[in-house]
C-alpha cells in the first residue's frame, strides 16, 4: 500500500467517525448556519432604529415641542415622555431607555433673550451601541434647533437665507463613506464575524477530532491505519476537514457577497483566496495547540481563549494602532488579524494583489509552525501516556 493508499484509507476512516458522531456536524455545519441566521437577520437592518429617548421638558414651550417632535421624527430615536427627571433617570439605569434629556424651564425666553439655555444629556454607556448612537441623535437635534433659532432670529433682521447660511455654518462638510456608504453595521460587522466565528469553529473542531483519538484510546489504530506515519495521519484527517470547512467558507463568501449583495470593490474570487488561507492557517495553529498539550480537555481550553483573543486583536472593533504597542506585535499570531486586513485591501479599496500579498505570506507561514510538534504528537498517538480527561 502506497503513501496516497494510506491518505485515502485515513480519510476514510474519518469519514466514517464524522457518521458515527453527530456532534461533528452539529459543531461546524449546524453552528455557522446558527451564526450566520443569528449575525443576519439581527443586523438586517443594518442600523438601530428607534432607540428609546427620555424626555424631561421643564419648558413646555413651543420651542421644547418642536424640538420632541423633531427628535421623534428622526429614523435612530423614539421619544419616551417622563414628567420628573428622576422616572427618567430609574428607566435608563434599568435599560427601558438609552439617554435621558432635560430641557430646563424658561428654555424659550433665554432664546427670545439671546442668553444660553443648557440642555442636559445622560448617556447610558453600559449600552455602546444605543448609547453611542442616542448621543449622536441628540445632538444632532440640538444642532439643527440651534441653526434653526439663528436662522429665524437673522431673518427677523432682514438677511437672506444665502448669507443666514454662511453666518451658521461658514463651513460645509462633503462626508464620503467608502466603502459603506449608508453606514451599515451588518456590512461592517458580519463580513468579518462570520470568518472569525468560522476559524473559532476550524480550530476547536480540529482539536476536538486530533484529541479524541486520545480520549477514546483509538491513536494506535489510526497510526496502524497510516503505515505509523504521523504526517499521512494528519493529511488523511485534514483531507476530510479542509474539503469540509473550505466548502462551509466558499457558502459564507458566496452569501455575503453574492447573494446579499455585500459591497464589494474588488473580486469575490480573491475573497475564496483569502477565505482558503483563513481555513488551512486555523487548522494549522489548531494542530500545533495540540502538540504543545496533547490532552484534549486543555488543549479545547486553550483553543478556545486563542480563537476569542484572535477576534479582539484581528482590529475590525478597535483599531490595532489604539492598543499597547506589545499587544499591537501579539495581533501577527491570529489568522484572523491578516484575513481582515486582505479583507479590507479586497472589499474596501479592491487593491488586488498589490494590497494583500503580505498577508498571504504571514497565512501561509502559520502552515510551518505544526512542524515544530509532530514527533510530540507521534509518541503521544503511540504511547498514549497523557490524561485522557
Known amino acids: 500500500m502506497n503513501n496516497w493508499q494510506r491518505i485515502l484509507s485515513v480519510a ?3 469519514l466514517r467517525i464524522i457518521r458515527n458522531r453527530p456532534l461533528y456536524f452539529m459543531g461546524s455545519i449546524g453552528v455557522i448556519a446558527f451564526c450566520a441566521i443569528f449575525y443576519l437577520t439581527f443586523l438586517d437592518k443594518g442600523l438601530p432604529d428607534n432607540i428609546p429617548i427620555g424626555i424631561v421638558d421643564e419648558d413646555y414651550s413651543s420651542t421644547s415641542r418642536n424640538f420632541c417632535q423633531q427628535l421623534d421624527a428622526t429614523q435612530l430615536g423614539k421619544v419616551v415622555h417622563y414628567d420628573s427627571y428622576a422616572a427618567a433617570r430609574e428607566d435608563m439605569t434599568s435599560g427601558k431607555i438609552a439617554a435621558v434629556c432635560v430641557i430646563p424651564e424658561g428654555m424659550n425666553e433665554d432664546i427670545q433673550a439671546s442668553r444660553q439655555p443648557k440642555i ?12 453611542a448612537l442616542a448621543w449622536k441623535d ?3 437635534m440640538v444642532n439643527l434647533t440651534n441653526g434653526a433659532v439663528q436662522r429665524q432670529v437673522l431673518r427677523a433682521r432682514g438677511y437672506n437665507d444665502a448669507r443666514i447660511m454662511g453666518m451658521i455654518r461658514p463651513i460645509d462638510i462633503d462626508t464620503h463613506q467608502i466603502g459603506n456608504v449608508t453606514t451599515n453595521y451588518n456590512y461592517y460587522l458580519s463580513g468579518v464575524l462570520l470568518p472569525g466565528t468560522l476559524e473559532m469553529i476550524i480550530i476547536l473542531v480540529l482539536i476536538y477530532s486530533l484529541g479524541a483519538e486520545l480520549k477514546f484510546g ?3 489504530h489510526l497510526m496502524n491505519t497510516s503505515g505509523h506515519s504521523i504526517v499521512t495521519a494528519l493529511a488523511g484527517k485534514l483531507l476530510v476537514w479542509t474539503l469540509v470547512f473550505a ?3 466558499f457558502v459564507i463568501i458566496m452569501l455575503l457577497y453574492h447573494w446579499l449583495h455585500f459591497p464589494l470593490a474588488g473580486s469575490i474570487f480573491n475573497m475564496f483566496i483569502a477565505m482558503f488561507l483563513l481555513v488551512i492557517s486555523s487548522e494549522a495553529v489548531a494542530i500545533f495547540i495540540l502538540e504543545m498539550l496533547p490532552v484534549p480537555r486543555l488543549a479545547l481550553s486553550i483553543g478556545a481563549l486563542y480563537s476569542v483573543l484572535g477576534l479582539s486583536l484581528s482590529g475590525f472593533t478597535l483599531p490595532l494602532e489604539a492598543m499597547p504597542p506589545y499587544i499591537q506585535g501579539l495581533a501577527a499570531a491570529f489568522p484572523l488579524r491578516h484575513y481582515y486586513l486582505f479583507h479590507v485591501q479586497e472589499v474596501v479599496f479592491g487593491a488586488g494583489f498589490a494590497g494583500w500579498w503580505k498577508e498571504v505570506i504571514w497565512m501561509l507561514v502559520f502552515l510551518f509552525v505544526p512542524l515544530t510538534g509532530l514527533i ?3 509518541n503521544a498517538y503511540i504511547h498514549q501516556n497523557y490524561p485522557k480527561e
Not at 442636559?120 to 448609547?131: E, S
Open 12 to 14: 476514510r476512516r474519518e
Open 120 to 131: 442636559t444629556f445622560y448617556v447610558n454607556g453600559l449600552y455602546f451601541v444605543n448609547g
Open 138 to 140: 441628540l445632538l444632532t
Open 218 to 220: 483509538t491513536s494506535r
Open 247 to 249: 466548502a462551509i467558507g
Open 376 to 378: 510530540r504528537l507521534k
